[in-house]
């Protein structure tokens, strides 16, 4: 009703001006891409749906015939002054999208040339206000699209609550907030987008990661009076809790160290799921926000963007770092199938490892000393456990690289200790080398990631894991009567064996299975060896 109710308001009212500007008054054109199979319900029963569209917001409005877009999607055009366009807007959207006012939503629109500095605004200043204002988040492309038709176009990628794309993009176009927009569901500011945002801690281990979630679901996370996520604090040891109600869109915030993160992140997906099955919705593709310090973000973006490219090509994410500061951070924003997003979140930790370990803080999140050179002073030696993997000796050179490169970066972006023995060193292990790897726990777990990665990367659902345990803490592997074993069995749905045989003090574990499941197993046996076996009581 909020929406409809705006659309009607929105086509009779006079819209504020910019002041020096008559852009309320103006006429636009744009490109609406609707897909294919959706095209039908806009169009309606002998065009019914147009009709009503042009009729209802004075707006012109067409379909254009199939341009052999690969994606299948059709242009829907629509010409009038912005409040026009964004009521017809919504009222197409309404149509692709039915009653889900809230739903995340996944949105382009082709803005002709010249309209597109107007668009973006000074410094992009624009589409800042309308994820400030309006919770859509926006990507204005730089190609220029050359449409025989419609002349030269961009692209403008808008995600977030589908019902207020129609509000942003009037605001964008010189026409102010609709009046009654404000109450519309999505629909936020700056201030409670940063409310939920928690300060940098004293600890640089510690991290802060947000998981969106459609409103209707965030229930069946919490439980009866908050108890799942009291249960998943309890065992995971990170603090998890979930934004005010005022946003269009929730999000689930995690803070803590990375293992425990994952290991929340992964219980609330799996609940998610459990929860949007039985009505039919599909929330298979996550967007998680990675809140880094912003001294530190030049590493994850890297020289012209490369690294935050790499990161996309090597996880098929969407990966976006907003230039926007929140409590002396930046928020990194993954997108897609949230066993990608977990990847990219591993990849962009890896790269801020050499930061947390050993970093020294004013104590409220500052920056520590850089070193002569401007790089971030490291801890002059290494310090933590050690864990042992075995990796097929003829793809022992993948991770040497040439002249040792592949281990000094490894060594470097996970900051642990890292070696390759040679096959005389362990004769015991025919076929097979040693890779030794110290540091503290979580670096470790990322370094033994990043190395079965780089072993099986041409095929990442078929990993074969080989750890190796002190004969002496075999036990605790194993747990009173087999429940530690029968846990991670369960849990990850590996087949997991502890050898029987002692092979130089140490006792063979064994597993086979997809990254995400064997990323779970190596977590659980790790972390049972360092003593925190309370941890390993969650789904990963």
Not at 194 to 207: F, H, M, Q, W, Y
Not at 219 to 246: F, N
Request: with cysteine; charged share 20%; net charge positive.
């Amino acid at each position: 009703m909020q929406q409809q109710a705006w659309q009607q308001q929105a086509v009779k009212q006079e819209m504020p001006q910019q002041p020096g500007q008559n852009l309320a008054s103006r006429e636009f054109t744009i490109g609406l891409l609707v897909e294919g199979e959706c095209i039908g319900r806009v169009v309606g029963k002998q065009g019914a749906g147009l009709k009503q569209i042009r009729t209802s917001t004075g707006c012109q409005l067409k379909v254009d015939a199939s341009n052999g877009d690969p994606t299948g999607a059709r242009r829907v055009t629509i010409s009038g002054t912005p409040t026009v366009l964004g009521a017809a807007m919504n009222n197409v959207l309404v149509k692709v999208f039915g009653d889900t006012n809230n739903a995340p939503a996944a949105v382009t629109v082709q803005i002709p040339l010249e309209s597109a500095g107007l668009v973006a605004g000074k410094a992009g200043a624009n589409l800042k206000r309308m994820r400030d204002t309006y919770n859509v988040r926006t990507e204005l492309e730089r190609e220029t699209i050359n449409d025989p038709q419609y002349g030269a176009e961009r692209k403008l990628n808008m995600m977030g609550p589908w019902s207020s794309m129609g509000p942003a993009l009037v605001m964008a176009l010189g026409g102010g907030i609709p009046k009654g927009a404000a109450s519309m569901p999505g629909v936020k500011t700056s201030t409670m987008r940063g409310a939920d945002v928690r300060k940098l801690s004293a600890d640089p281990e510690e991290i802060q990661f947000h998981m969106v979630v459609p409103d209707k679901f965030v229930g069946a996370l919490l439980g009866k009076q908050g108890s799942e996520i009291k249960m998943l604090e309890a065992t995971t040891g990170c603090k998890v809790a979930v934004s005010k109600k005022d946003y269009g869109e929730r999000h689930m915030i995690c803070i803590g160290k990375l293992i425990p993160c994952f290991t929340a992140l992964k219980a609330l997906q799996d609940a998610l799921v459990a929860a949007a099955a039985p009505v039919g919705v599909d929330v298979s593709n996550t967007t998680i926000i990675f809140y880094i310090k912003s001294g530190a973000i030049g590493i994850v973006v890297g020289k012209g963007g490369q690294q935050v490219k790499e990161i996309r090509e090597a996880t098929g994410t969407k990966v976006n770092v907003e230039r926007e500061e929140i409590n002396g951070q930046r928020p990194c924003i993954i997108s897609g199938l949230h066993d990608q997003v977990m990847q990219a979140i591993n990849m962009v930790h890896a790269r801020l490892a050499t930061s947390f370990e050993g970093e020294v803080t004013d104590g409220v999140g500052g920056k520590r000393p850089a070193s002569p050179d401007g790089m971030t002073a490291k801890r002059p030696r290494m310090e933590g456990g050690m864990t042992k993997l075995l990796v097929p000796a003829a793809k022992a050179g993948l991770i040497i690289g040439k002249q040792g490169s592949g281990l000094a970066q490894l060594r470097q972006s996970c900051n642990v200790h890292l070696e390759v023995l040679q096959a005389q060193q362990t004769p015991h292990f025919f076929g097979d080398r040693v890779v030794t790897v110290q540091g503290s726990l979580q670096n470790r777990f990322l370094a033994a990631v990043a190395v079965l990665q780089t072993v099986y990367h041409l095929d990442l659902t078929a990993i074969e894991l080989k750890m190796l345990v002190p004969n002496a803490k075999a036990g605790s592997v194993v747990g009173r009567q087999g429940s530690n074993l029968k846990m991670i069995r369960e849990q990850s749905g590996v087949n997991v064996q502890l050898h029987k045989e002692d092979i130089m003090g140490e006792r063979l574990i064994t597993a086979g299975g997809s990254l995400e499941s064997i990323q779970g197993v190596a977590q659980w046996i790790m972390q049972i060896l360092e003593g925190q076996e309370h941890a390993a009581q969650v789904s990963y």
